[in-house]
C-alpha cells in the first residue's frame, strides 16, 4: 500500500490540533474520538486522510510506503490509549504525559515532517529476527 505524504502530515496537523484541545480542555472523550481515529489509520481507513482526498484533487509527486505510518499509528493508540487510562483512573500526570507526548509527535510530522512513529519502525526493521 502507498501513501501520500500530504495526506500524512494533513493528518498529523489536525491530530495535533485535536491533541492540543485535549490538553487545554482535559476532554476525555475527545481523546477517545482521536483514539478511534488512530484505530482507523491503523486499519488503512484514516478519516484525515479522506478529507484530504476531498479537499485536494492534485495527484501527489511521490508516494510512500504505507506500512511505517500506519505502525505511528500504531503507537499513537497506543499513546492515547494510556492517556485514557489516566484519564478515567483520575490519574492526571499520565492523563497529560501520554497525551503530551502523541501531541509532540504529531507536531513534529505536521511541522517538520519528521514521523517518530515511522523512524521507529524503520529501526525495528533493521534489527535482526531474533532481537525483534
Known amino acids: 500500500m502507498q501513501a501520500d505524504p500530504r495526506a500524512l502530515r494533513f493528518a498529523a496537523a489536525v491530530t495535533a ?3 492540543a484541545l ?3 480542555t482535559g476532554n476525555p472523550w475527545l481523546l477517545a474520538a482521536q483514539a478511534v ?3 482507523l489509520g491503523v486499519a488503512g ?3 484525515y486522510g479522506t478529507v484530504f482526498k476531498a479537499l485536494v484533487r492534485t495527484p501527489p509527486r511521490q508516494v510512500e ?3 511505517p505510518p500506519r505502525f505511528a499509528q500504531a503507537v ?3 499513546f492515547a490509549l494510556v492517556g485514557l487510562v489516566g484519564y478515567v483512573a483520575q490519574i ?3 492523563a497529560l504525559g501520554a497525551t503530551a507526548a502523541a501531541l509532540f509527535a504529531a507536531f513534529l510530522n505536521a511541522a517538520f515532517g519528521l514521523c517518530l512513529g515511522c523512524e ?3 529501526i525495528i526493521r533493521r534489527l535482526p529476527p531474533a532481537a525483534r
Open 65 to 67: 510506503d504505507a506500512s
Open 120 to 122: 521507529m519502525y524503520l
Open 17 to 19: 490540533v485535536v491533541l
Open 92 to 94: 492526571t500526570p499520565l
Open 22 to 24: 485535549v490538553l487545554v
Open 45 to 47: 481507513l484514516s478519516p
Open 76 to 78: 499513537g493508540l497506543a
Open 37 to 39: 481515529v488512530f484505530a
